[in-house]
């Protein structure tokens, strides 16, 4: 692995939005997934909250900002690719919170972030659209300060909560847009019609996440809309222990070990891991 500055990090980053095309960003879940990723190669990666949280034995949002650092420091510091941040709601619901979530996910490593509307309130899942974009202009503000160009992405959740809202997923995105954001992203969009209504009304890139059950669209497919970012959150991680469980069953069930024939060798990860 050749190291990357930072600065040549975000360079990279920079240029995969500028197009043209449309670039996969899969969300590693630890060093060692990030790693395996990079080898394949992706030309940039994602972190993912759900998949971290996985890791640690907690349910998505069962972190802290600070256990947030952490990871994202070892996981940028193990990879040459630029690193984007899954920084969920700014782990506070002041301007504020997201503005200093953002100063320190560059600090760690990350070139990139992403700030979502999503409350921690159950009984009102999503912000009132007003203090959303002051959240997301904070945070765009505090992109600005660090001395070097991090994109940030801000996220409209409402699919992802039981609000099938396009319009208002659309407002939401403008506010976004116009607060500073440099990528857009509403989680949830399952359809070719959802995401060309999405894009004509919009002038940044587009995330879309392509790990949601049902939903069929191709890389081809989704670079053809005009979409310029494919990310697939915490699918990855949730395949690996899926593979885990399954090889558990295998064993209790069946007192057989023929998941071990599909592993890959010892010796093939010595080597990755050793490069």
Known sequence: MTAATQQQKSDRFVQLHAGPGCFLIPNPWDTGSARVLESMGFQALATTSAGFAFSRGQPDMGITREEKMLHLRELCAATSLPVSADLQNGFGDRPEDAAETIRLAAQAGAVGGSIEDASSDGGEPIYDIGRAREKVQAAAEAAKSVGFKFLLTARAENHLYGRGDLADTIRRLQAYQEAGADVLFAPGLRTADEIRSVLAA???????IMSMAGVTLTHRQLEALGVRRISVGGSLARAAYGALER?????????????????????HYNELFRS
């Open 202 to 208: 919009i002038d940044r890139p587009l995330n879309v």
């Open 247 to 267: 090889a558990g069953r295998e064993m209790l069930e069946q007192g057989s070990f023929g998941y071990a024939a599909e592993a890959p060798s010892t010796k």
